[in-house]
Protein backbone atom coordinates (compact mmCIF):
# COMPACT_ATOMS: atom_id res chain seq x y z
CA UNK A 1 0.00 0.00 0.00
CA UNK A 2 1.23 3.17 -1.18
CA UNK A 3 2.76 5.44 1.98
CA UNK A 4 0.22 8.85 2.51
CA UNK A 5 1.54 12.15 3.35
CA UNK A 6 -1.77 13.90 4.03
CA UNK A 7 -0.92 17.84 3.98
CA UNK A 8 -4.22 19.42 3.73
CA UNK A 9 -5.01 19.63 7.94
CA UNK A 10 -6.11 23.10 6.81
CA UNK A 11 -9.49 21.33 5.10
CA UNK A 12 -9.72 18.85 7.82
CA UNK A 13 -7.83 16.91 10.24
CA UNK A 14 -7.09 13.04 10.73
CA UNK A 15 -9.71 11.65 13.88
CA UNK A 16 -7.70 10.99 16.82
CA UNK A 17 -7.68 7.29 17.59
CA UNK A 18 -8.33 8.25 21.49
CA UNK A 19 -11.78 10.76 20.04
CA UNK A 20 -12.72 7.39 18.08
CA UNK A 21 -12.89 4.94 20.35
CA UNK A 22 -14.69 7.02 23.11
CA UNK A 23 -17.37 8.20 20.72
CA UNK A 24 -17.62 4.44 19.90
CA UNK A 25 -18.18 4.12 23.70
CA UNK A 26 -20.55 6.61 24.04
CA UNK A 27 -22.61 5.67 20.73
CA UNK A 28 -23.27 2.61 22.76
CA UNK A 29 -23.28 2.60 26.14
CA UNK A 30 -24.47 6.19 26.99
CA UNK A 31 -27.01 6.45 24.45
CA UNK A 32 -29.70 8.12 26.61
CA UNK A 33 -31.06 11.61 25.77
CA UNK A 34 -29.58 14.19 27.93
CA UNK A 35 -32.63 16.15 28.23
CA UNK A 36 -33.73 12.85 30.26
CA UNK A 37 -34.68 12.49 33.99
CA UNK A 38 -33.77 9.24 34.62
CA UNK A 39 -30.11 7.57 34.89
CA UNK A 40 -29.62 6.96 31.48
CA UNK A 41 -30.50 10.78 30.16
CA UNK A 42 -28.08 11.86 33.36
CA UNK A 43 -25.08 9.63 32.52
CA UNK A 44 -25.39 11.21 28.92
CA UNK A 45 -25.86 14.81 30.42
CA UNK A 46 -22.74 13.71 32.55
CA UNK A 47 -20.14 13.04 29.27
CA UNK A 48 -21.82 16.68 27.59
CA UNK A 49 -20.94 18.46 31.00
CA UNK A 50 -17.42 16.97 31.07
CA UNK A 51 -16.47 17.78 27.59
CA UNK A 52 -17.97 21.43 27.75
CA UNK A 53 -15.20 21.39 31.13
CA UNK A 54 -12.68 20.10 29.01
CA UNK A 55 -12.95 22.85 26.00
CA UNK A 56 -13.10 25.66 28.74
CA UNK A 57 -10.29 24.83 30.25
CA UNK A 58 -8.41 24.88 26.90
CA UNK A 59 -9.47 28.35 26.75
CA UNK A 60 -9.15 29.82 30.29
CA UNK A 61 -13.16 30.26 30.20
CA UNK A 62 -15.52 29.02 32.65
CA UNK A 63 -18.14 26.04 31.14
CA UNK A 64 -21.14 28.14 31.61
CA UNK A 65 -19.52 30.28 28.60
CA UNK A 66 -19.47 27.37 26.39
CA UNK A 67 -21.89 26.28 24.12
CA UNK A 68 -21.89 23.22 21.46
CA UNK A 69 -23.11 23.31 17.64
CA UNK A 70 -22.59 21.98 14.60
CA UNK A 71 -19.57 23.52 13.74
CA UNK A 72 -17.82 26.75 12.77
CA UNK A 73 -20.38 27.88 10.23
CA UNK A 74 -23.09 27.41 12.25
CA UNK A 75 -21.05 29.27 14.99
CA UNK A 76 -20.19 32.38 12.75
CA UNK A 77 -23.71 32.70 11.54
CA UNK A 78 -25.14 32.92 15.03
CA UNK A 79 -22.73 35.17 15.86
CA UNK A 80 -23.77 37.95 12.63
CA UNK A 81 -26.69 37.34 12.31
CA UNK A 82 -28.01 37.60 15.77
CA UNK A 83 -25.39 40.59 17.06
CA UNK A 84 -26.74 42.23 13.91
CA UNK A 85 -30.19 41.79 15.31
CA UNK A 86 -29.98 42.17 18.86
CA UNK A 87 -27.72 45.50 18.94
CA UNK A 88 -29.45 47.29 15.55
CA UNK A 89 -31.13 49.56 17.79
CA UNK A 90 -27.57 50.82 18.57
CA UNK A 91 -26.17 50.42 15.16
CA UNK A 92 -26.11 49.28 12.38
CA UNK A 93 -22.01 48.75 11.25
CA UNK A 94 -20.14 45.67 11.07
CA UNK A 95 -16.43 45.68 10.53
CA UNK A 96 -15.03 42.55 8.66
CA UNK A 97 -11.27 42.01 7.36
CA UNK A 98 -11.62 41.35 3.47
CA UNK A 99 -9.82 37.69 4.00
CA UNK A 100 -12.59 36.40 6.58
CA UNK A 101 -14.29 33.11 5.65
CA UNK A 102 -17.25 32.96 3.59
CA UNK A 103 -19.31 31.74 6.78
CA UNK A 104 -18.66 35.51 7.78
CA UNK A 105 -18.51 36.97 4.16
CA UNK A 106 -21.84 35.81 2.76
CA UNK A 107 -23.58 36.52 5.92
CA UNK A 108 -21.90 40.08 5.26
CA UNK A 109 -23.47 40.48 2.07
CA UNK A 110 -26.68 38.96 2.86
CA UNK A 111 -26.75 42.16 6.01
CA UNK A 112 -26.03 44.82 3.50
CA UNK A 113 -29.05 43.97 1.52
CA UNK A 114 -31.01 44.24 4.89
CA UNK A 115 -29.60 47.71 5.31
CA UNK A 116 -26.35 47.00 7.57
CA UNK A 117 -23.47 49.15 6.59
CA UNK A 118 -20.30 46.96 6.39
CA UNK A 119 -16.54 47.68 6.20
CA UNK A 120 -14.29 45.00 4.93
CA UNK A 121 -10.57 46.23 6.06
CA UNK A 122 -7.63 45.17 4.16
CA UNK A 123 -4.26 43.52 4.19
CA UNK A 124 -0.85 43.86 3.06
CA UNK A 125 0.63 41.35 0.66
CA UNK A 126 1.31 39.03 3.36
CA UNK A 127 -2.24 38.90 4.86
CA UNK A 128 -1.53 41.47 7.85
CA UNK A 129 -4.32 43.81 8.36
CA UNK A 130 -4.31 47.12 8.15
CA UNK A 131 -4.67 48.18 11.62
CA UNK A 132 -4.76 51.78 10.97
CA UNK A 133 -7.94 51.46 8.43
CA UNK A 134 -9.86 49.40 11.42
CA UNK A 135 -9.38 52.27 13.59
CA UNK A 136 -10.61 54.96 11.25
CA UNK A 137 -13.41 52.63 10.17
CA UNK A 138 -14.85 52.32 13.95
CA UNK A 139 -17.82 54.45 14.57
CA UNK A 140 -20.88 55.34 16.47
CA UNK A 141 -23.15 52.85 14.65
CA UNK A 142 -20.23 50.44 15.37
CA UNK A 143 -21.58 46.63 16.91
CA UNK A 144 -19.91 44.14 15.84
CA UNK A 145 -15.66 43.62 15.26
CA UNK A 146 -15.56 40.09 13.61
CA UNK A 147 -11.89 39.15 12.58
CA UNK A 148 -10.01 35.41 12.24
CA UNK A 149 -7.76 34.04 14.78
CA UNK A 150 -5.62 32.75 11.59
CA UNK A 151 -6.50 32.83 8.05
CA UNK A 152 -7.71 29.95 6.65
CA UNK A 153 -5.42 29.84 2.97
CA UNK A 154 -2.15 31.69 4.47
CA UNK A 155 -2.03 31.30 8.12
CA UNK A 156 -1.31 34.93 9.00
CA UNK A 157 -2.43 35.26 13.06
CA UNK A 158 -4.70 38.24 13.12
CA UNK A 159 -3.60 40.79 16.38
CA UNK A 160 -7.23 39.59 18.03
CA UNK A 161 -5.85 40.85 21.31
CA UNK A 162 -4.96 44.45 19.73
CA UNK A 163 -8.25 44.30 18.43
CA UNK A 164 -10.06 43.68 21.63
CA UNK A 165 -8.12 46.69 23.33
CA UNK A 166 -8.99 48.96 20.11
CA UNK A 167 -12.93 48.04 20.16
CA UNK A 168 -12.77 48.29 24.32
CA UNK A 169 -11.25 52.10 23.92
CA UNK A 170 -13.36 53.02 21.15
CA UNK A 171 -16.16 51.88 22.80
CA UNK A 172 -15.92 53.75 25.96
CA UNK A 173 -15.49 51.17 28.64
CA UNK A 174 -12.10 49.28 28.99
CA UNK A 175 -12.83 47.34 31.65
CA UNK A 176 -15.84 45.30 30.18
CA UNK A 177 -17.91 44.66 26.88
CA UNK A 178 -18.69 47.67 25.40
CA UNK A 179 -21.66 48.41 22.86
CA UNK A 180 -18.45 46.91 20.28
CA UNK A 181 -18.71 43.66 20.59
CA UNK A 182 -15.28 41.39 19.47
CA UNK A 183 -15.97 37.36 17.52
CA UNK A 184 -13.21 35.92 16.01
CA UNK A 185 -13.53 32.60 14.04
CA UNK A 186 -10.55 30.55 15.44
CA UNK A 187 -11.24 27.77 13.07
CA UNK A 188 -7.73 27.38 12.58
CA UNK A 189 -6.02 28.98 15.26
CA UNK A 190 -7.66 26.49 17.91
CA UNK A 191 -5.06 23.79 18.81
CA UNK A 192 -2.08 25.64 16.80
CA UNK A 193 -2.11 28.99 18.66
CA UNK A 194 -2.41 30.38 21.96
CA UNK A 195 -6.01 31.55 22.39
CA UNK A 196 -6.72 32.16 26.30
CA UNK A 197 -7.01 35.41 27.34
CA UNK A 198 -7.90 36.99 24.01
CA UNK A 199 -10.41 39.05 25.75
CA UNK A 200 -13.40 38.32 22.66
CA UNK A 201 -17.13 38.27 23.30
CA UNK A 202 -17.31 35.68 20.57
CA UNK A 203 -14.85 32.58 19.77
CA UNK A 204 -16.06 29.88 17.24
CA UNK A 205 -14.54 26.44 16.56
CA UNK A 206 -15.20 23.61 14.60
CA UNK A 207 -14.10 20.20 16.22
CA UNK A 208 -13.04 18.16 12.81
CA UNK A 209 -9.79 21.33 12.49
CA UNK A 210 -8.02 19.64 15.87
CA UNK A 211 -8.53 15.71 15.16
CA UNK A 212 -11.83 15.78 16.16
CA UNK A 213 -15.24 14.56 14.76
CA UNK A 214 -16.86 16.20 11.94
CA UNK A 215 -20.04 18.23 11.93
CA UNK A 216 -19.62 19.30 15.80
CA UNK A 217 -18.14 22.69 17.32
CA UNK A 218 -17.95 24.69 20.00
CA UNK A 219 -19.30 28.66 20.67
CA UNK A 220 -17.57 30.40 23.42
CA UNK A 221 -19.94 33.37 24.51
CA UNK A 222 -18.25 35.83 27.32
CA UNK A 223 -20.52 36.30 30.53
CA UNK A 224 -22.89 38.68 30.55
CA UNK A 225 -22.93 38.54 26.68
CA UNK A 226 -26.70 38.12 25.55
CA UNK A 227 -27.84 37.75 21.91
CA UNK A 228 -31.07 35.84 20.87
CA UNK A 229 -30.99 32.46 20.03
CA UNK A 230 -30.34 31.45 17.01
CA UNK A 231 -31.82 27.88 16.79
CA UNK A 232 -35.16 28.20 18.63
CA UNK A 233 -37.02 24.82 20.40
CA UNK A 234 -36.28 23.07 23.08
CA UNK A 235 -34.10 25.37 24.79
CA UNK A 236 -30.74 23.25 25.41
CA UNK A 237 -27.49 25.06 25.48
CA UNK A 238 -28.84 27.42 27.85
CA UNK A 239 -31.67 28.43 24.80
CA UNK A 240 -28.77 29.84 22.40
CA UNK A 241 -28.74 25.79 20.80
CA UNK A 242 -31.94 23.96 20.81
CA UNK A 243 -31.66 20.86 19.61
CA UNK A 244 -31.30 17.23 21.19
CA UNK A 245 -26.84 17.20 21.40
CA UNK A 246 -24.98 15.06 19.66
CA UNK A 247 -23.55 13.57 22.78
CA UNK A 248 -20.55 11.11 20.83
CA UNK A 249 -19.53 14.24 19.14
CA UNK A 250 -19.25 16.66 21.94
CA UNK A 251 -17.71 13.74 23.73
CA UNK A 252 -15.44 13.38 20.46
CA UNK A 253 -15.09 16.97 20.77
CA UNK A 254 -14.36 17.33 24.36
CA UNK A 255 -11.44 14.71 23.98
CA UNK A 256 -10.49 16.02 20.87
CA UNK A 257 -9.40 19.24 23.17
CA UNK A 258 -7.78 17.78 25.61
CA UNK A 259 -5.19 16.04 23.24
CA UNK A 260 -4.58 19.55 21.87
CA UNK A 261 -3.97 20.95 24.71
CA UNK A 262 -1.41 17.92 25.95
CA UNK A 263 0.08 17.70 22.73
CA UNK A 264 0.36 21.54 21.88
CA UNK A 265 3.84 22.18 22.55
CA UNK A 266 4.89 18.94 20.75
CA UNK A 267 2.45 19.25 17.95
CA UNK A 268 3.73 22.87 17.51
CA UNK A 269 7.35 21.45 17.28
CA UNK A 270 6.37 18.98 14.73
CA UNK A 271 4.14 21.41 12.81
CA UNK A 272 6.98 23.63 12.50
CA UNK A 273 9.72 21.62 11.40
CA UNK A 274 7.48 20.12 8.50
CA UNK A 275 7.03 23.61 7.50
CA UNK A 276 10.53 24.43 7.89
CA UNK A 277 12.08 21.36 5.81
CA UNK A 278 9.24 21.93 2.96
CA UNK A 279 9.98 25.34 2.74
CA UNK A 280 13.96 24.79 2.39
CA UNK A 281 13.75 21.80 0.21
CA UNK A 282 11.38 23.59 -2.29
CA UNK A 283 13.57 26.93 -2.14
CA UNK A 284 16.62 24.72 -2.90
CA UNK A 285 15.25 22.70 -5.94
CA UNK A 286 12.42 25.22 -7.67
CA UNK A 287 13.05 28.61 -9.16
CA UNK A 288 10.46 31.40 -9.89
CA UNK A 289 7.74 30.63 -6.49
CA UNK A 290 6.42 33.29 -4.02
CA UNK A 291 6.15 32.37 -0.64
CA UNK A 292 2.27 33.91 0.12
CA UNK A 293 2.79 32.94 3.87
CA UNK A 294 4.45 34.74 6.49
CA UNK A 295 7.46 33.16 7.74
CA UNK A 296 8.34 35.41 11.02
CA UNK A 297 6.57 35.02 14.54
CA UNK A 298 3.25 36.51 12.45
CA UNK A 299 2.93 33.11 10.64
CA UNK A 300 1.52 30.01 12.16
CA UNK A 301 3.50 27.14 12.11
CA UNK A 302 0.33 25.10 10.19
CA UNK A 303 -0.11 26.45 6.83
CA UNK A 304 2.72 27.11 4.11
CA UNK A 305 1.16 29.05 0.83
CA UNK A 306 3.61 28.95 -2.22
CA UNK A 307 2.52 29.89 -5.60
CA UNK A 308 4.08 28.38 -8.12
CA UNK A 309 5.14 30.23 -12.07
CA UNK A 310 4.35 28.92 -14.96
CA UNK A 311 1.95 25.97 -13.36
CA UNK A 312 -1.76 25.58 -12.47
CA UNK A 313 -1.95 24.51 -8.47
CA UNK A 314 -5.28 22.34 -9.43
CA UNK A 315 -3.18 20.34 -12.33
CA UNK A 316 -0.23 20.17 -9.29
CA UNK A 317 -2.72 18.85 -6.95
CA UNK A 318 -3.54 16.53 -9.14
CA UNK A 319 -0.76 15.00 -10.05
CA UNK A 320 0.54 15.00 -6.26
CA UNK A 321 -2.37 12.75 -5.15
CA UNK A 322 -1.24 10.08 -7.70
CA UNK A 323 1.85 9.81 -5.36
CA UNK A 324 -0.68 9.89 -2.12
CA UNK A 325 0.16 13.56 -1.23
CA UNK A 326 -2.47 15.60 -0.79
CA UNK A 327 -2.29 19.27 -0.29
CA UNK A 328 -4.96 21.93 -1.74
CA UNK A 329 -4.91 25.12 -3.88
CA UNK A 330 -7.07 27.07 -0.76
CA UNK A 331 -10.36 26.87 0.97
CA UNK A 332 -11.95 23.28 0.89
CA UNK A 333 -15.31 25.70 2.01
CA UNK A 334 -14.82 27.26 -1.49
CA UNK A 335 -13.56 24.74 -3.50
CA UNK A 336 -17.19 24.53 -5.12
CA UNK A 337 -17.10 28.28 -6.09
CA UNK A 338 -15.94 29.27 -9.34
CA UNK A 339 -13.05 31.95 -9.09
CA UNK A 340 -9.89 32.66 -8.24
CA UNK A 341 -9.18 32.89 -4.14
CA UNK A 342 -10.15 36.16 -2.30
CA UNK A 343 -7.91 36.03 0.12
CA UNK A 344 -4.75 36.52 -2.51
CA UNK A 345 -6.47 38.87 -3.94
CA UNK A 346 -6.78 40.65 -1.08
CA UNK A 347 -3.09 40.36 -0.70
CA UNK A 348 -2.31 41.62 -4.18
CA UNK A 349 -1.51 38.71 -5.62
CA UNK A 350 -1.82 38.79 -10.01
CA UNK A 351 -4.04 36.10 -11.26
CA UNK A 352 -1.60 33.98 -12.53
CA UNK A 353 0.06 33.68 -9.42
CA UNK A 354 -3.11 32.66 -7.73
CA UNK A 355 -3.56 30.10 -10.28
CA UNK A 356 -0.11 28.94 -9.56
CA UNK A 357 -0.81 28.90 -5.72
CA UNK A 358 -0.55 25.35 -3.97
CA UNK A 359 -1.04 25.27 0.34
CA UNK A 360 0.47 22.96 2.43
CA UNK A 361 -1.13 22.33 5.87
CA UNK A 362 0.39 20.65 8.97
CA UNK A 363 -0.70 18.43 12.05
CA UNK A 364 1.09 16.61 14.60
CA UNK A 365 0.52 13.71 12.88
CA UNK A 366 3.03 15.19 10.37
CA UNK A 367 6.86 13.37 9.93
CA UNK A 368 9.26 16.28 9.01
CA UNK A 369 11.06 13.15 7.21
CA UNK A 370 8.30 12.82 4.63
CA UNK A 371 8.49 16.60 3.30
CA UNK A 372 11.66 15.61 1.70
CA UNK A 373 9.46 13.36 -0.39
CA UNK A 374 6.63 16.08 -1.12
CA UNK A 375 9.81 18.20 -2.03
CA UNK A 376 10.60 16.04 -4.31
CA UNK A 377 7.60 15.38 -6.03
CA UNK A 378 6.28 18.96 -6.35
CA UNK A 379 9.93 19.53 -7.97
CA UNK A 380 9.31 16.76 -11.05
CA UNK A 381 6.04 17.65 -11.41
CA UNK A 382 6.60 21.47 -11.83
CA UNK A 383 9.49 21.09 -13.86
CA UNK A 384 7.17 18.72 -16.37
CA UNK A 385 4.93 21.12 -16.55
CA UNK A 386 6.95 24.28 -17.20
CA UNK A 387 8.31 22.25 -20.15
CA UNK A 388 5.35 21.56 -21.13
CA UNK A 389 3.89 24.90 -20.99
CA UNK A 390 0.87 23.98 -18.52
CA UNK A 391 -0.30 27.99 -17.89
CA UNK A 392 -1.15 28.32 -21.65
Do not use: W
Not at 113 to 137: F, P, Q, T
Not at 249 to 258: Q, Y
Not at 347 to 361: H, L, N
Request: aromatic share 6%; glycine share 10%; with cysteine.
Amino acid sequence: MKHMIYLDNSATTRQADEVTDLMADVAKNTFGNPSSLYSLGMDAEKVVEKARKSFAKTLGADPSEIIFNSGGTEGDNTVLREVADARKHQGKHIIVSAVEHPAVLENCNRLEHEGYKVSRISVDSLCHLNMEELEDAIDAETTLISIMAVNNEVGTIMPIRDIVKLARKKGGKPDKASGILVHTDAVQGYGKVDLKGTGVDFLTVSGHKFHGPKGVGAMYVKKGTLIPAFVLGGGQERGYRSGTENVPGIAGLGRAAELAQEHFVDGQKTMKECRSRLLKAIQDQIDDIIINSPLDETGADSVLNISFLGVRGEVLLHVLEEDGIYVSTGSACSSNHKGQSHVLQAMGRSPKEIEGAVRFSFSRYNRPEDMDIVADKVKTAVQRFRRLGSFQ
